[in-house]
């Protein structure tokens, strides 16, 4: 009866950190270093992506600790609005992942120290003030998702190269942060004020597409400015054409957003693939 609760328990920490996401952070890291000119795959780029990790997991189970009462409509499945973990077991484990991400950060330098702290104390601040507030709250959700790649640059102390690949990242992001607003718009209500509510559905929905549409646009410039070679090219068409196949899934159907969320992150792992590729060819 023990093994089998501590199985649950596990399950459920596992489900919570999202580990899809935890490894397309890594990845993004990764692909920061390695932009600055990093030739070989250096310790400091390693702790960066292991600090990358336990950022983003604690990101996850603090999003689902301040989340809960939407999640119990929206998300009755997650870990915690199902029971399997309580409110409590999410929450410290958000802090201790954060507490070892930044510990871990002080060995690298004091740049990517800084950027870790920074990086809390916004997540910590957008949990609890700005996810509430429309749009200021999905750019900052956005930013955060696209500094991955900043400070995979700031590990190896270039971040120059990694900053139009981070902003195509952040306009993906901010389109999905949309687009998952005007998912959960039914659960919001109880808690939140999102852009869907300020806005309405449909506006915010063609706002969502809008900042796709932007990262679609911006695809062949690292390849024009001579920071990713051909190759990037090759790879990134599938998660263009995978971006634009979920802007035209959800205009001609609202309820098709779920799925175009998904294609969203499938074309996201696409699209890191190809910045990866793209400077090691």
């Known amino acids: 009866m023990r093994r089998q609760h501590l199985i649950n328990k596990a399950g459920g920490f596992l489900e919570l950190v999202r580990p899809l996401t935890v490894i397309l952070g890594m990845m993004g890291v990764f692909a920061g270093g390695i932009l600055g000119g ?31 009462e939407v999640d119990k409509i929206s998300h009755p499945d997650r870990p915690i609005p199902s029971g399997r973990l309580s409110p409590k077991e999410g929450l410290q484990f958000a802090y201790m992942s954060f507490f070892v991400a930044l510990l871990l950060s ?10 870790v702290v ?92 809008l900042a796709i549409a932007s990262t679609i646009a911006l695809i062949p410039f690292p390849y024009w400015w001579n920071i990713l070679s051909l190759w990037y090219i090759v790879i990134i068409v599938p998660a263009g054409i995978l971006f634009a196949y979920s802007v035209l899934l959800v205009l001609r159907d609202i309820k098709n957003i779920g799925k175009t969320i998904e294609i969203l992150r499938s074309g996201s792992a696409f699209a890191l693939i190809g910045f990866i590729v793209g400077v090691l060819t």
Request: aromatic share 10%; hydrophobic share 60%; proline share 2%.
């Open 38 to 68: 990093l030739q070989f795959v250096s310790p400091d780029l390693i702790l960066a992506m292991i600090v990358a990790a336990f950022m983003i997991a604690g990101s996850m189970a603090l999003n689902d600790y301040f989340d809960m």
């Open 106 to 115: 002080t060995v690298i330098n004091i740049l990517s120290f800084g950027i």
């Open 118 to 209: 920074f990086t809390i104390v916004l997540l910590i601040v957008y949990e609890k003030y700005l996810k509430n507030i429309g749009l200021a709250g999905n750019v900052v959700a956005a930013f955060i998702s696209s500094i991955a790649l900043i400070f995979g640059g700031a590990a190896v102390g270039q971040v120059n190269n990694a900053l139009m690949l981070a902003i195509m990242t952040f306009f993906i992001m901010l389109g999905r942060e949309i687009l998952k607003d005007v998912e959960d718009m039914e659960g919001d209500t109880l808690t939140r004020v999102t852009l869907p509510m300020k806005i309405g559905r449909k506006n915010a929905l063609y706002a969502g597409c």
